[in-house]
Antibody
């Protein structure tokens, strides 16, 4: 069974840092691009970032560019999101998602991990 | 940035009826359009990709159509488990700057 399990979400103060993790199983992790997508409380979905299968290419939404860094460790079947200079508007449920075979839609999603940025 | 606009924001439908959801792109996205379903407290689920191809395990009552800037998701006969929020997402531009629509909530009439 394909599974994605996120972790690392906590309450953090504005300006703080956090690293999210996503553990993947049930598929050949290093064959696929991976995404982070977030959802603020009561709001819609917002794509955050993607990383190519080998980590060689990364892309970000303008809202997080320069503050967040996506990375992966294919030897550990794991995806990461380093979040720096956090703002209250970064408060959201963060989902890890598997790419649909190179076309940049998301065919498998984790259950998400909650990040709250508050003083 | 390609802006995706979904309408209506809320759709009230009786079980067994047909539901038609719309998604409009601010510029052409060709057929690079996906639809997702999200139920309360759950992660989104992929329904449709390539504007009209159903994802694995998705019932035939879900169908997608359109290309360019105008897209439609049709649920032919609503079942109780279909009441949810539906999002469209474009994946056409390069470098990738993926964007979602604001969602349509399908509720019981």
């Amino acid at each position: 069974e394909v599974q994605l399990v996120e972790s690392g979400g906590v309450v953090v103060q504005p300006g703080g840092s956090l690293r999210l993790s996503c553990a993947a199983s049930g598929f050949t992790f290093d064959d696929y691009t991976m995404h982070w997508v977030r959802q603020a409380p009561g709001k819609g979905l917002e794509w955050v970032s993607l990383i190519s299968w080998d980590g060689g290419s990364t892309y970000y939404a303008d809202s997080v560019k320069g503050r967040f860094t996506i990375s992966r460790d294919n030897s550990k079947n794991s995806l990461y999101l380093q979040m720096n200079s956090l703002r209250t508007e970064d408060t959201a449920l963060y989902y890890c998602a598997k790419d649909g075979a190179g076309y940049y839609y998301m065919d498998v999603w984790g259950k998400g991990t909650t990040v709250t940025v508050s003083s | 940035e390609i802006v995706m606009t979904q309408s209506p924001a809320t759709l009230s439908v009786s079980p067994g009826e047909r539901a038609t959801l719309s998604c409009r792109a601010s510029q052409s996205v060709s057929s690079n359009l996906a639809w997702y379903q999200q139920k309360p407290g759950q992660a989104p689920r992929l329904l449709i990709y390539g504007a009209s191809t159903r994802a694995t395990g998705i019932p035939a009552r879900f169908s997608g159509s359109g290309s360019g800037t105008e897209f439609t998701l049709t649920i032919s006969s609503l079942q109780s488990e279909d009441f949810a929020v539906y999002y469209c997402q474009q994946y056409n531009n390069w470098p990738p700057a993926l964007t979602f629509g604001g969602g349509t909530k399908v509720e019981i009439k």
